[in-house]
């Protein structure tokens, strides 16, 4: 029972990081008020999700300016595409294996 969980990944289990790594994986980037829009969250509450997720080294983090003001991006990394992949797919096991 304890391999089914395995690959389950304790740092998706956030409603916000799950939204934000499924964006991720379809899009090359996405910038932080996109992300806010989207999910629906404060900058705040974004902000320590993310930071979370560049500390697991899921995301990494680009930050620029456009004119004078300043734009934050975020992109999902290599390992990162590879844990949520990995996640999805456990999850996908549970779900069959609760069919059989």
Do not use: C, W
Request: no cysteine; net charge positive.
């Amino acid at each position: 029972m304890k391999d089914i969980f395995r690959h389950i990944n304790k740092i998706f289990s956030n409603k916000i990081r799950l939204g934000i790594m499924s964006m991720l994986m379809v899009n090359e980037q996405m910038d932080f008020n996109t992300l806010k829009r989207i999910l629906e969250v404060t900058d705040g509450n974004l902000a320590s999700h993310l930071k979370a997720l560049e500390k697991a080294g899921y995301i990494s983090v680009h930050k620029s300016f456009l004119g004078r003001k300043p734009h934050t991006a975020y992109q999902a990394t290599d390992s990162g595409r590879k844990a949520f992949e990995q996640h999805i797919e456990a999850l996908e096991n549970l779900i069959k294996r609760q069919k059989e």
